[in-house]
């Protein structure tokens, strides 16, 4: 298996991508990797590591996306930039996957664009996995499609519970509609119309349910439009750091709280591993024809290293083959009877 | 000064407005507080204290909207519910403001109803203080109006500025759209024609915000959706919740972080005070002819407390006067020249 990665995406790329590959080279040895980018910095950077993994090459890519470039534009116009180039080699089939940290909008566009939808599919959705006091939620879309309509929801509904069940090993997930507030009949036209169609799929729907869901880890899919689920996720991002940086002020007051942080170390240490998206790696951009995983930005190597994972988890389990049919058994399902 | 408290609305009604209500009077003796609801049931529960201050009063109400209750009917039928019962004695000038922490949908209904809507006022939104590193961010509206118009939201600014302005003395504040990237040109066609109408506003319109400024306190004002406001709102209690969920039960895990967390309390009391809602205590429904003010469901006394002073700042700043200026200013500046 060969997944190609972007190492010059991402705000502390190339350092952060290529410490991560080396990490995952190491852990994961039947993988090889691809680190695509300017060959030269890259092959500069991998000589500071003692020893270079013989599963690691490198693919040259002249150009680089930025993270605030305008994805469409990019795209278009930076044709041998790191997220073309890798994903090119995935359209031919020489890597099983892509990952990059860089630009959202580009990896996404680009995804779409060059390796295309898996049949059925009308719109990816990127998934992301976030921690909750019961276990984790995979929030669909969190960005990929801000203007969706209900049966692109559906489809993310049919594939996070396939993703749920073939990568994530769950039995009969439960999933839910992102809504303001539980009751049926509740939210907008469009979230109406969605509601309504998510009862017709195969899948453990349970109906509405709210922000306040999406820490508890009750509920194992959620999905929303893309501009809600970006929304969600910044707003808690944003929050995870307002309280890590407020409490951190708050305890380096008195000689007395300073102690109470130290002795009380192993137990920030857990929480923080327990909320670490680093821990989670990366977000499928589920529906591509192909495995395509969306990093955070702020990618550490840790987390680009879990990214890595993900996509090898998703191409040993078939992720893609049980969301062609995952969709597919849904369009079978509501084909008018032969006469 | 006469202010009227829903003593039926709440999780914990009406031992929780109740309790509010006597500290209020307590702490704001230029105030009368009325408390409205099952007359017999509130008189019981006043007995409770010590001594009951002279400025409270009960107006009876017979009926109770529930926390689930779909709002449109419950306001309809419910005609003597404590919500209603409330809104009457503001819309008759009894009281010139009205607190519930009741079901939000029915109030904000009837209060649309009964009260009405500020003179050129459109929709009313419901504006949230929100805690952040660097002081507190006005989030409008989280609910009230899930699928508005650009010029509402052009509205919510212009309020939320004179909100911010009147009532919480800010100097020239920062006003932001909620969207997903920070560029002009982000964002749905509803966002871009919302940013084009607030680049017309005479308030500090700084352009796109993204989640991740909710709670960093760099932004004054942030406008959105009642539907994405929502979201966002929600998944921040959520997110705060499992923190500390989370951390307790790291905490426990041993003696020594136990330790630590006794060593540590100071400091995990004053993060508790800088992001507790219940400081803040309720949030203004913007753009009602008349003070009404939503106070979270889970509210306690010391929140209904503060939702009390938050509704008597709002009367004595004259907030609705500069709502209705703010509004009014705007038309004139884009009103076609007379021939």
New interface residues.
């Given amino acids: 298996m060969k997944i190609a990665l972007d190492a010059m995406g991402g705000d502390s790329a190339p350092e952060s991508p290529i410490a991560g590959a080396v990490r995952a080279a190491r852990e994961f040895e039947d993988v090889g990797i691809v680190l695509v980018g300017l060959k030269d910095v890259i092959e500069e950077k991998l000589s500071g590591y003692p020893s270079r993994p013989p599963n690691i090459s490198i693919a040259h890519a002249s150009e680089t996306i930025g993270m605030?470039e305008?994805p469409a534009n990019a795209v278009r116009k930076k044709r041998d930039s790191s997220i073309n180039v890798g994903l090119d080699l995935l359209k031919q089939g020489e890597v099983q996957a892509f990952i990059s940290a860089g630009n959202t909008?580009a990896a996404v566009a680009a995804s779409t664009l060059k390796v295309g939808l898996l049949p059925g599919v009308e719109r990816p959705g990127i998934a992301i996995q976030l921690?909750?006091?019961k276990g984790d939620t995979t929030l669909i879309d969190v960005?990929a499609n801000?203007?969706p309509k209900p049966m692109h929801l559906l489809q993310y509904a049919l594939m996070g519970d396939a993703y749920c069940r073939y990568v994530l090993g769950r039995a009969n997930p439960k999933v839910g509609l992102?809504n303001?507030?539980e009751?049926e009949?509740k939210?907008?036209?469009f979230?109406k119309e969605t509601y309504d169609l998510l009862q017709t799929g195969k899948f453990n729907f349970i109906g509405n349910v709210?922000?306040?869901?999406?820490?508890?880890?009750e509920v194992d899919v959620i999905v929303?439009d893309?501009?809600?689920g970006?929304?969600?996720?910044?707003?808690?991002?944003?929050?995870?750091?307002?309280?890590s940086?407020?409490?951190k002020r708050?305890?380096s007051?008195?000689v007395?709280?300073r102690?109470?942080?130290?002795?009380?170390?192993?137990?920030?240490a857990?929480?923080r591993a327990?909320?670490d998206y680093a821990e989670r790696g990366g977000a499928p951009l589920l529906g591509i024809n192909g495995i395509s995983i969306i990093a955070h930005g702020a990618s550490t190597g840790k987390a680009i290293k879990n990214a890595i994972r993900v996509a090898r988890e998703s191409v040993r389990s078939e992720l893609n083959r049980h969301l062609v049919e995952a969709v597919a058994a849904y369009e079978q399902q509501t084909k008018p009877a032969q006469p």
Avoid: M, R, W, Y
Avoid at 233 to 240: F, N
Avoid at 259 to 268: N, P, R, T, V
């Fill in positions: 605030d305008s909008g921690p909750g006091v960005g801000i203007n992102l303001v507030g009751e009949g939210g907008t036209e979230i709210e922000g306040h869901d999406i820490f508890s880890g929303c893309g501009f809600a970006n929304v969600a996720l910044k707003t808690a991002e944003s929050l995870a750091h307002a309280i940086t407020l409490l708050a305890l007051k008195s007395i709280t102690i109470g942080a130290f002795l009380a170390h192993d137990a920030f857990q929480l327990e909320i």
